[in-house]
């Protein structure tokens, strides 16, 4: 009896020692388990800080590509006030002797509408004139006779 006791007692602390090996088996499991996911989650946190490093160098780049670019328009928005004020400039000083000349033009022709009347009315004052008939009667007579 004595001796069955002893050995139901190793029996159990056989039972307890297996117990305690899948346990600490278990525990190994977990254990490497955690250092891979350990491992896997540091190598996410580096790829997402690669990404991260990545992503800030464009946003840099962008940055200054948006910069230059805003001085580029503020240059040609510059140069294009400047040439349409040139423009306009222009425009103006076309229209300005536009009308001079119209003026001119017009002017002239009221001029010349003029020394047409007194023209025409020199001429009939000279075929009216009695001298003159008398002239061209005497010439007509002469270059005919003659």
């Given at each position: 009896?004595?001796?069955?006791?002893?050995?139901?007692?190793?029996?159990?602390h056989?039972?307890?020692?297996?117990?305690?090996?899948?346990?600490?088996?278990?525990?190994?499991?977990?254990?490497?388990?955690?250092?891979?996911?350990k491992r896997?989650?540091?190598?996410?946190?580096?790829?997402?800080?690669?990404?991260?490093?990545?992503?800030?160098?464009?946003?840099?780049?962008?940055?200054?590509?948006?910069?230059?670019?805003?001085?580029d328009?503020?240059?040609?928005?510059?140069?294009?006030?400047k040439?349409?004020?040139?423009?306009?400039?222009?425009?103006?000083?076309?229209?300005?002797?536009?009308?001079?000349?119209?003026?001119?033009?017009r002017?002239?022709?009221?001029?010349?509408?003029?020394?047409r009347?007194?023209?025409?009315?020199?001429k009939?004052?000279?075929?009216?004139?009695v001298?003159?008939?008398?002239?061209?009667?005497?010439?007509?007579?002469?270059?005919?006779?003659?």
């Open positions: 009896m004595s001796h069955d006791n002893r050995r139901h007692q190793l029996d159990l056989l039972g307890e020692i297996d117990d305690l090996h899948r346990a600490l088996s278990e525990k190994a499991d977990e254990l490497h388990r955690a250092e891979a996911e896997r989650v540091a190598a996410e946190k580096s790829d997402v800080a690669r990404t991260v490093a990545a992503l800030d160098a464009d946003l840099n780049r962008v940055r200054k590509n948006a910069e230059t670019l805003g001085c328009l503020r240059t040609l928005r510059a140069e294009k006030e040439s349409e004020a040139e423009q306009k400039k222009e425009l103006s000083k076309i229209e300005k002797a536009r009308r001079e000349a119209h003026a001119q033009v002017l002239l022709t009221d001029q010349l509408e003029s020394q009347q007194k023209a025409a009315k020199a009939q004052e000279l075929q009216n004139h001298c003159v008939v008398y002239v061209l009667l005497f010439m007509e007579f002469f270059f005919c006779y003659h």
